[in-house]
């Protein structure tokens, strides 16, 4: 009596099926509240890297070629590429590394909890203060009349600088990046940390594994992708960093960052469409960065949920 | 478990010891104005120098123009999104991680190359140089503004709100903003602490900002950098700070995250 | 002599007392469930068998040996989760193959015990998935043949089902148990559900406040319910304040009408009366042993189980009837009689609770 099919006769019809009615995104109306961001972005960040690319293709007269991409790896601007990748890769792993270590001193490592967010508190502010000030900061520091220079001479006789030490060099560079780097990956990979269940180590012992297998069957499998995807992104960071190196080093280091700086405000190529394909080969370099990233990180996201 | 408690013990000390060691050694550095004295001359210094003033609220003055353009782009878009289109989310993420993909010094090299001559001769203007940081400061507005919005029922808020018979405009300004104070002053403050000491922009566009005033004054004076570096620190700090401390009473959890200039 | 032995196992925090004076001796392929709420310690003293915990004193045996100075990786102990802790990074298959590897068993013997593994949980077409490949039941499944495949000596399992929704929760229940009366393992099972503790175990530990309240069958948990405590948490209770006319005899007198025991009550002046409300009957004939007289003040109905409300005197009964088609109730406000046997009647004073049944 009370269980015939709804359709049966002339009952209300279904209405069309998700599938029947056109795209939402076709609809014209759904693109207004878009258009003002999107505008902005195209007009002050694609259109501005467009026309470095297609500067990066042009030659002198304006036709396309390719001579600009070859002449990228001349030996000195090579070099500068090679300098560069050498203090991001030099940074990333230094600072992946001591961040591991310091973010799993406060997680996994036990540390009473106000240390934690203490720690946390202060990379949120360490990695926001590079630049100008960062620098000032270590030359005054590790400078050849920095504090620390200074107290080392005087108290335990060791002459740093006598001893082939200069922080205005590519080790200088490093570890006055290495202040910004380090609380990126501590940032970063505490979530990871924080989502690795203590309970996989329990339940490893209580299957008869011991700590290092377990460690090293799951822990650092499991661990790897977060790490690696955060090292990726602290290489990214320290290849497009300029003014820390600007204020530390002046034109003394020959990075990618600082000759091209070099090359908008005088021309110190002596050809601009070279300097167009500096900048678009440090693009194509972030962007391997960031796809290397994202890709680790859906792999991450999927193990430590 | 006592060894591992140790080790952790031994990285953290490391780690302190790297970070509090070149602030200390700066601040003492700093104190060191005065010839044979230690004292607040090179702070005296600095304070005194019209120019400090002079770039300070230029930079200021083109931080709060940031704030407001930056805020103004992204609170209509990313509501849009959550209420009329989030099909397009994925675009305006895509867009707000550009950014990283193009650090600043190309930015600058591709703008002045866009905008130096005709048709659109920008290069001259601060418009240039507030787009330019609004662009730099698009990943931290929209991952604030976003998180304010996920944060609150926005759909059912703005959907009562218009039962009740209010505009787009009132439920804007009186329903929406209210509720996202804290997301509001998460964007707004980072913005600022980015904007302040920016270099790249301002030196490439010649304008006289603050980073470009500390650059120089790195270049012939010893001690009043050093006060510099502390001023800027501090000030760093006290913004994220009050990001940290406003979010954590609220419950959120302030990602102040920041990156390389 | 007992598989499993816990002997004056006391767990400190401070100065918080966790788990006090356990003391339980468990067969060999017995099935027994530490009952209790949040924070009564059945999780603490199951993870000190397991060996996450140590014993601040007592001593724990199995098979006759001492394990508390053992590590938790050499007592042969299985551990199921609640949360399955299934390695992230391995397919069922390895995650199950895991302790075989670590025990050091040949690659074709750890094949075959894997497959024996896969088909006791009917999983055979899985084996390949990823833990975030699967639902909450199958990974939970998995983490039971996990645990299983090292044919640990004793079983572990750590409120298992209380992540899972609730149909699965009854199918898998049932799977457990089978499962663990094939292979006849010791187990130990750890649950704030009582359903579940009544229909799976051989024997129950009530446990509170770090306490045991009583250790017995599921019959005896429910029908003779030794403090005031067991009584209260398993199952529907009516408790009534009642005066003792004569304790010999077990006579009581309830909201002025009078009610007699099967068997002698403790002394005192007030006592409460405890009954099941399944136990109770509307009685108009009013023939049952003992009668008590009210009004009907509610009826609800519950699916398969109608409740009626009714006041006696200042005081609420509840009573539970059988759903039927046809059921005639009187209507609310109308006068009814409760009855119900002398059994029925649970009579506690002072702490302890006298079930006053046949001896």
Redesign the interface.
């Given at each position: 009596m009370s269980l015939t099919a709804p359709y049966a006769e002339g009952g209300a019809r279904p209405a069309l099926p998700l599938r029947a009615r056109p795209a939402v995104w076709r609809q014209p109306r759904a693109w207004f509240g878009i258009v003002p961001f999107a505008a902005f972005a195209v007009a002050f960040m694609i259109l501005p890297a467009a026309s470095l690319f297609l500067g990066a293709f042009q030659d002198a007269q304006g036709g396309f070629t390719l001579a600009n991409v070859a002449h990228l790896f001349r030996p000195n601007i090579l070099s500068s590429y090679l300098v560069t990748i050498e203090v991001s890769a030099v940074t990333a792993l230094a600072g992946g590394l001591f961040g591991l270590l310091l973010a799993y001193a406060v997680t996994i490592g036990g540390l009473p909890k106000p240390l934690r967010s203490g720690l946390l508190t202060f990379c949120g502010v360490a990695s926001n203060f590079a630049g100008v000030p960062l620098a000032f900061a270590f030359i005054a520091t590790m400078g050849r009349v920095g504090m620390v220079t200074v107290l080392l001479r005087t108290v335990f006789g060791v002459n740093l600088y006598a001893h082939g030490f200069n922080l205005y060099s590519f080790w200088g560079l490093c570890l006055t990046y290495l202040y910004f780097q380090l609380p990126l990956m501590v940032l970063i990979i505490t979530p990871a940390l924080d989502g690795m269940k203590k309970e996989w180590l329990e339940a490893s012992q209580s299957l008869g594994a011991s700590r290092t297998r377990y460690w090293l069957e799951v822990g650092l499998p499991v661990l790897t992708p977060p790490l690696l995807s955060c090292m990726i992104l602290l290489f990214g960071n320290a290849f497009g960093a300029y003014a820390t190196a600007y204020a530390l080093t002046g034109g003394l280091l020959n990075l990618v960052p600082i000759l091209i700086g070099a090359q908008i405000q005088g021309d110190v190529l002596h050809d601009p469409n070279l300097g167009y394909a500096m900048a678009f080969g440090m693009v194509v370099v972030m962007t391997a960065c960031i796809l290397a990233y994202s890709g680790l990180q859906k792999r991450a996201s999927r193990w430590l949920r | 478990m006592r060894g591992r408690r140790g080790w952790s013990w031994f990285w953290m000390a490391l780690g302190a010891l790297y970070f509090f060691v070149p602030l200390l050694a700066t601040f003492l550095f700093s104190l060191h104005g005065k010839r044979g004295a230690l004292g607040f001359a090179a702070y005296h210094k600095v304070f005194a120098d019209p120019q400090f003033l002079q770039t300070f609220s230029f930079s200021l003055e083109m931080a709060v123009c940031t704030i407001i353009l930056g805020l103004a782009l992204f609170l209509p878009t990313v509501i849009w999104i959550h209420l009329r289109a989030p099909w397009a989310k994925p675009i305006v993420e895509i867009f707000s991680l550009l950014p990283f993909v193009i650090p600043p010094i190309v930015l600058v090299f591709g703008l002045i190359r866009l905008y130096s001559g005709p048709p659109i001769p920008l290069v001259q203007s601060r418009f240039l140089l507030v787009a330019g940081y609004v662009v730099l400061s698009f990943p931290y507005i929209y991952r604030s503004v976003d998180a304010g919005l996920r944060a609150m029922d926005l759909r059912g808020l703005s959907e009562a709100a218009q039962s009740l018979g209010a505009g787009w405009l009132t439920i804007m300004f009186k329903v929406i903003l209210p509720n996202m104070r804290v997301a509001l002053l998460s964007a707004t403050f980072l913005t600022f602490a980015i904007v302040i000491g920016e270099l790249t922009l301002a030196v490439m566009l010649a304008w006289p900002a603050f980073g470009p005033y500390m650059a120089l004054m790195g270049r012939d004076l010893a001690y009043e950098p050093a006060a510099l570096a502390i001023l800027s620190f501090m000030l760093t700090w006290g913004l994220i700070s009050v990001i940290q401390v406003v979010s954590r009473r609220v419950g959120g959890n302030g990602s102040s995250v920041g990156g390389a200039h | 002599m007992a598989f499993l032995e816990l002997s004056g196992v006391v767990k400190r925090f401070g100065r918080n007392v966790v788990v006090d004076d356990f003391e339980l001796a468990v067969a060999e392929g017995e099935f027994v469930s530490f009952l209790g709420g949040s924070g009564c310690g059945k999780t603490t003293t199951l993870r000190m068998i397991?060996?996450?915990e140590t014993p601040s004193a007592g001593s724990i045996r199995i098979g006759g040996t001492e394990v508390v100075p053992l590590?938790?990786?050499?007592?042969g102990?299985?551990?199921v989760?609640q949360?399955y802790?299934?390695?992230?990074?391995?397919t069922v298959r390895r995650n199950i193959a895991?302790?075989l590897r670590?025990?050091g068993w040949k690659p074709a013997d750890i094949t075959r015990r894997v497959e024996e593994m896969l088909a006791l949980i009917h999983m055979e077409e899985l084996g390949e998935r990823?833990p975030?490949q699967m639902s909450g039941g199958q990974q939970q499944r998995a983490?039971l043949a996990?645990?299983l495949a090292?044919r640990?000596r004793v079983l572990?399992l750590d409120e298992p089902l209380s992540a899972l929704d609730a149909k699965i929760r009854a199918s898998l229940r049932s799977e457990i148990r089978a499962i663990q009366r094939q292979t006849g393992i010791t187990t130990i099972y750890v649950t704030h559900d009582q359903e579940e503790a009544l229909s799976l175990s051989d024997r129950i530990v009530v446990m509170n406040a770090g306490r045991i309240e009583q250790v017995g069958t599921p019959f005896e948990i429910y029908n003779c319910p030794a403090t005031p405590f067991v009584a209260t948490f398993i199952g529907n209770l009516n408790l009534l304040e009642a005066e003792v006319a004569d304790a010999g005899l077990g006579l009581l007198t309830v909201a002025g009408q009078r009610v007699r025991a099967a068997g002698p009550v403790p002394d005192g002046s007030r006592v409460q009366l405890a009954l099941r409300p399944e136990m109770l009957t509307l009685d108009p004939a009013a023939e049952s042993a003992n009668c008590l007289a009210g009004t009907l003040a509610s009826v609800v109905f519950l699916g398969s189980i109608v409740r009626l409300g009714i006041t006696v005197g200042g005081l609420s009964v509840f009573l539970d009837q059988f759903n039927a088609p046809h059921l005639a109730l009187p209507e609310v406000g109308a006068p009814v009689t409760v009855g119900f046997p002398r059994e029925a009647c649970l009579v506690s004073g002072m702490g302890q609770m006298e079930s006053a049944s046949v001896a």
């Open positions: - | - | 397991a060996g996450f590590a938790p990786n050499r007592r102990v299985g551990m989760f949360n802790a299934l390695f992230p990074n391995m895991f302790g670590v025990a990823f975030h983490s996990r645990a090292v640990p572990l």
